[in-house]
């Protein structure tokens, strides 16, 4: 059956199997209710969880398996708050060209949709990454969020289905500029969440993980050129850097620019395990609206591009003048919560502090 770019029209869904509560209290498994103006959207596996500010959280998209008993701990707490708790779902890029065919997207659905009900999950995040060169498949990309929409909302209108898109809809190599169709997106989700984060933009200079100025560029584009909705759109930031193995250094207006010759990701913990032992300190590079250092490790010279609560609340302040529809960030178990460094626990503390404050300024 195929659907317009437009969520309508009846979906239907196969009978589905519940699972088995995981919490003492049964009621924990039923859907959340609470309705949110605004939203804090946690992406995480299980460890840290009892150590997070709960205050403003109200999507928990959960990266752990929910077989395990600290997976099934989180869920019943998240629940016992009023917190949906959501699964990450893809497909694969070989998988892409079948989505043109009905009966292989209905296939998907109805695993998906298994997931929800054997979880006792509030919904779906829908994470498809990849070029997309044929509009049809496109299309077919389109038809299986339609549809995913329609099956949940008829199982339970409470349901939430959201999409991560990049941080920009304009992209030159894929089919019309786009790799999707976000308009049409934007109207058959409960809201998108922008992955902010990736963007490295210096070749073989080591740069900025989420540049200011990108983000700008890129809100501009969905809610100027395509004339989405803020509402409809988190920003998600990153709670991580990179490592820059530096092959040598280029001076430049009293910078050291690092030629590098590989890259790692690395999570704010183990960044600010490094800070201590940097040659000169973080720096700030005023383009990019970001801090970054460089340190020796076993005699070779590394510089660390990452975000911290200055250049994040710079990123949280332009989700507030847009009135984005929430804040969120990738990943909560990026912290460290259990260190006996004071220093260290502030930093996770505001962190968690500053990303809460501006979401209730939204």
């Given amino acids: 059956m195929k659907f317009a ?29 609470k309705q949110y103006r605004k939203e804090l959207v946690t992406f995480s596996g299980s460890p840290g969880w009892k150590s997070w500010n709960w205050t403003g959280i109200t999507n928990l998209v ?43 997207r209905q296939q998907i659905i109805s695993q998906w949709l298994q997931s ?6 509030d919904g779906l995040n829908i994470d498809i990454e990849g070029n997309v060169y044929s509009e049809k498949v496109k299309q077919g990309i389109t038809d299986l969020t339609n549809e995913t929409y329609l099956a949940l909302k008829e199982l339970n209108p409470l349901y939430t289905v959201t999409w991560d898109i990049p941080y920009n809809p304009i992209q030159p190599w894929c089919a019309g500029n786009q790799c999707f169709d976000y308009v049409s997106l934007a109207k058959c989700t409960d809201y998108m969440i922008l992955m902010d984060y990736d963007l490295l933009t210096g070749g073989v200079i080591a740069s900025a993980n989420s540049p200011y100025y990108l983000l700008s560029i890129g809100y501009s584009n969905y809610i100027e050129r395509l004339l989405i909705n803020p509402n409809k759109l988190v920003m998600a930031v990153p709670w991580y850097g990179y490592d820059f193995t530096c092959e040598y250094f280029y001076n430049s207006t009293d910078d050291n620019l690092c030629i590098f010759q590989s890259k790692r990701q690395m999570i704010f913990s183990d960044i600010m395990g490094l800070v201590p032992k940097s040659i000169e300190g973080i720096k700030w590079d005023k383009k990019a609206e970001s801090p970054y250092f460089t340190v020796k490790q076993w005699d070779i010279l590394h510089q660390v591009w990452f975000d911290n609560v200055k250049s994040l609340t710079n990123k949280y302040k332009l989700a507030v003048m847009l009135k984005l529809r929430g804040l969120g960030m990738w990943r909560a178990d990026f912290l460290d919560y259990n260190s006996t460094d004071p220093q260290i626990l502030k930093q996770t503390k505001n962190m968690w502090k500053m990303i809460t404050a501006c979401y209730f300024q939204l």
């Avoid at 029209?9 to 049964?26: D, H, L, S, T, W």
């Avoid at 990266?63 to 016992?80: G, I, M, V, W």
């Avoid at 929800?116 to 999950?121: A, G, M, Q, R, T």
């Fill in 5 to 33: 770019n437009i969520c309508c029209c009846f979906y239907y869904v196969m009978p589905i199997a519940f699972g088995n509560c995981p919490c003492q209290n049964p009621d924990l498994c039923k859907p959340v209710s």
């Fill in 62 to 104: 959960a990266l752990c398996d929910f077989r395990t008993a600290d997976c099934k701990d989180l869920y019943c707490y998240a629940h016992s708050r009023d917190v949906r708790v959501t699964k990450l779902v893809n497909v694969a890029k070989n998988d892409f060209a079948k989505l043109t065919d009905s009966i292989f």
């Fill in 116 to 121: 929800v009900k054997s979880y006792f999950l």
